[in-house]
């Protein structure tokens, strides 16, 4: 056969294969991203699972079960003969990220083995654009032909996440669809789109409290170890068009110097190619720091991986605009100016954008990145053994050396949960099988060891070491930079778990590798907060249980029966992430509650069917006023601080109003008991007569808790702190910091004297030390309960849920 005649089979079969394939448009019915039009989870997930029959450079597999149910999905990209040996690939490597290869092994795979690109999308559903953008990409990757698609195909197996939130894609999408071409298109979906956490699915990637985010994150830490992982949202400071790394200031210095030049040298690339494409709009080093940990993009920095973020601009759902130039403003918030080029920002001046424009600026950001990894796969693939290697090998040369968690703790059942949550981020945890000895010190057998020379080393010494955010500051004497998210994040600190910080090297002969650490079993014993799962099986066994005087929990001779908790939470018109927050700790201590709602609120008879009522965090003019009916305001970016408010649906505008405070009054004075948690405990310091006053409203007196860990000490012989300890560690960041100001009023928990900085950032320490931040108020016959600070905050203080917990049983409790 001539060569010319084999060429032109060739090309005939590319061609076959193409047409074969079909593209999103003649599946939907429409392009990803058309104006006003929106693909729910199935629509997109069916694509997949045509690409996969039709063609062999996709494989589509099943990773887990959403919070309510639905089947999770990673699609694997690349060509026939590499996912022939995905399974050969993959197991290299792990080994290469774990820094199980020898030396000689690990320059043999660099040289054979293929790179893990990650890209994933949808896990913020409001930002309605990046899963509309999937099935381009994988069309795009499967089908295409030209040099650079044949070598990513080559050299880069991608892992492909087409809609990590799947409960929250059906939800913004069908909303969308019921309001499309009416008044309220624009209106925002009145609940979380994550059945728990809302925004803060990306919040919870060292917790480890959510389904989505314990099975991605086993593909992450335990499975797939991706070179680079990109996380795409949308959201960058207006006007820009998309964000890119760098990332700003601060950065975190757990994190490995070179997994931080990896980004910024993965953001070059992408800001090159928006630029060789003419794409403006392109902004670096604002808003996004390299401080934080906890979410998608950001954990796995610590776990040497090269963790990229862009947020690009969007409309709201598929809803397009025109802008003019002055429509803009003139500058960013950091005075960064907006219509003139800098080194970190490309001037974008207005014109239209939509849906289409936003997936075309993630395609040309996913290709950056494949385009980048397929140029370089030696290097990556080397890199990550490089650095599990360096991390290993720092047991001979750095402190600590190990992390040992004593079998006598406080609470046991939570020690065990903050070691199966570490194992779920790759943390190796072993068990002394024989009693360890250091000196003087001894540890007994049964104690879990983390050793500090372990791969993912920065993982463990940021969650087991107290953070110190740097004060940034404009110039020498301007304001302190405010961190993007949280300042501090301790886990031992949230957790309340005795930890051993052991510096120097012990014989690690006795020690076993532990493949999952067993869950604690649960006690009757008020210090462990395995007792309240226990008490919840006794109540609904009607078996009996009880407080004594002192708190103890027992089944006979008690001076509190204990009942089940005849509980209200409030739910607004306005999806409220703390809210989801308190229900998944409710639902994970079996706790039964009744959401109520404003005109649940606005009748009578609240008292005979509850005995508490819960405000969630959220402001009293929020409570009170909800959604107002703008009259409908002017479409526009959703980041753009001048674009007009969305008109609500009728039946979602308003608060509790005026009756529902007058209900709210009468069920306390009746005996209720109203539970209100951060800035909700304005509503009832404002509109009753409480003898508490705030010492924390206003700037006058500079405290500001950027979300840190802040000392406490506890009145234990309170029953709403029964089970705790007299020092104690809260989680701050905005609630109110108290005074009594008469009788009928008792503090319960308060700020620490002294000291008072455990973890993160803090001013204006001085104004609130020794004040209160838990208060038990009368108010008639029942009780108003004031929290100030997060005591349930994302599901992660575990050493302060007792606080809430035995509020909820103390109030439908029966004194004897």
């Known amino acids: ?320 605009k025109d802008y003019k130039l002055a429509d803009l403003p003139d500058r960013f918030s950091n005075g960064i100016p907006t219509k003139e080029p800098t080194i970190f920002y490309s001037p974008w001046l207005g014109g239209r954008w939509g849906a289409r424009d936003a997936i075309e600026y993630m395609i040309t950001a996913d290709m950056a990145i494949l385009n980048l990894a397929s140029r370089m796969p030696e290097h990556w693939i080397h890199k990550a053994w490089d650095l599990a290697s360096k991390n290993i090998a720092m047991a001979d040369t750095a402190k600590p050396f190990a992390y040992i968690v004593p079998p006598d703790q406080w609470d046991r059942w939570t020690a065990t949960e903050m070691l199966r949550r570490l194992q779920l981020g790759g943390i190796e945890v072993k068990r002394a099988t024989a009693e360890i000895r250091m000196g003087d010190k001894t540890y007994p057998a049964g104690s879990y060891v983390m050793l500090a020379g372990q791969a993912f080393r920065s993982y463990l010494v940021d969650l087991m070491e107290p953070q110190a955010y740097p004060e940034l500051r404009s110039g020498t004497t301007g304001p302190t930079k405010r961190p993007y998210d949280v300042a501090g994040w301790t886990l031992p600190m949230q957790m309340g778990v005795k930890v051993e910080r052991v510096n120097d090297r012990f014989d690690t002969s006795a020690l076993t590798a532990v493949a999952e650490v067993p869950s604690a079993e649960w006690r009757l014993d008020s210090k462990d907060n395995s007792s309240y799962l226990k008490l919840a099986q006794m109540l609904n066994a009607n078996e009996k249980a009880g407080w004594t005087a002192d708190g103890r929990l027992v089944t006979s001779g008690y001076a509190w029966e204990l009942r089940k908790p005849r509980l209200a939470i409030y739910e607004p018109y306005t999806a409220n992430m703390d809210l989801g927050w308190t229900q998944w700790l409710l639902d994970t201590f079996h706790v039964p509650y009744t959401v109520v709602h404003n005109e649940d609120l606005q009748k009578p008879g609240l008292r005979d069917r509850f005995d508490t009522v819960l405000l969630a965090q959220q402001s009293a003019e929020s409570i009170l006023h909800g959604l107002r009916d703008s009259g409908g305001g002017e479409e526009g970016d959703m980041n753009n601080p001048n674009r007009g408010r969305p008109r609500p649906r009728p039946e979602h505008v308003g608060g509790i109003g005026p009756q529902g405070l007058a209900t709210l009054d009468a069920f306390v004075k009746d005996g209720g008991t109203l539970v209100a948690l951060s800035t909700a405990a304005e509503l009832p310091m404002q509109f009753m007569p409480l003898p508490v006053r705030s010492v924390s409203r206003g700037s006058e007196t500079g405290f500001y808790s950027p979300g840190s860990l802040l000392r406490a000490t506890v009145d234990t012989s309170h029953p709403l702190a029964f089970g705790m300890a007299k020092d104690a560690i809260v989680f701050s960041n905005g609630g109110p910091v108290m005074e009594l100001a008469g009788a009928g009023a008792r503090s319960v928990v308060n700020f620490a004297r002294r000291d008072l900085l455990a973890s993160g950032w803090l001013s204006g320490e001085r104004s609130v030390l020794g004040k209160s931040i838990l208060v038990d108020a009368a108010h008639g016959k029942g009780r108003v309960l004031l929290y100030g600070f997060r005591v349930q905050h994302r599901g992660q203080p575990f050493g302060t849920f007792k606080l809430l917990l035995n509020a909820l049983y103390l109030a439908s409790a029966r004194k004897l």
């Open 1 to 320: 056969m001539s060569f010319r005649r084999l060429l032109f089979l060739l090309v005939s079969f590319v061609y076959s294969l193409a047409a074969a394939v079909p593209s999103p448009a003649d599946h939907l019915g429409y392009a990803p991203g058309t104006d006003y039009k929106l693909a729910d989870y199935n629509d997109i997930i069916t694509y997949y699972q045509k690409l996969e029959r039709a063609t062999p450079r996709l494989k589509l597999h099943q990773y887990g079960k959403t919070s309510t149910g639905k089947p999770m999905y990673v699609a694997l990209i690349s060509s026939e003969e590499n996912l022939r040996q995905l399974d050969k690939f993959k197991e290299m490597n792990r080994r290469m990220a774990l820094g199980l290869a020898s030396k000689d092994e690990a320059a043999r795979i660099a040289k054979e083995g293929k790179v893990f690109v990650w890209i994933d999308a949808g896990m913020h559903s409001s930002e309605a654009a990046c899963p509309q953008g999937s099935p381009e990409l994988a069309y795009r990757m499967v089908t295409g032909e030209t040099d650079e698609f044949q070598r990513i195909r080559d050299k880069v197996i991608l892992v492909h996440i087409p809609v990590t939130n799947p409960d929250g894609q059906d939800l913004i999408a069908h909303w969308f669809r019921k309001n499309v071409g009416t008044p309220y298109q624009e209106a925002s979906l009145p609940v979380l789109y994550q059945k728990y956490s809302g925004h803060d699915n990306n919040r919870d990637w060292f917790m480890f409290n959510l389904e989505e985010t314990r099975h991605t994150g086993r593909l992450l830490f335990q499975e797939w170890f991706p070179q680079i992982m990109y996380n795409q949202h949308q959201a960058p400071a207006f006007p820009a068009r998309i964000f890119v790394p760098p990332y700003s200031e601060p950065l975190n210095p757990r994190i490995q110097t070179p997994v931080m030049e990896g980004i910024n040298l993965i953001g070059s690339a992408m800001r090159e190619r928006f630029a060789m494409e003419g794409k403006t709009g392109v902004l670096s080093y604002v808003g996004f720091d390299g401080w934080w940990n906890g979410g998608l993009r950001s954990t796995p920095a610590f776990h040497n991986m090269h963790g990229i973020l862009t947020e690009t601009a969007m409309q709201p759902y598929s809803i397009p």
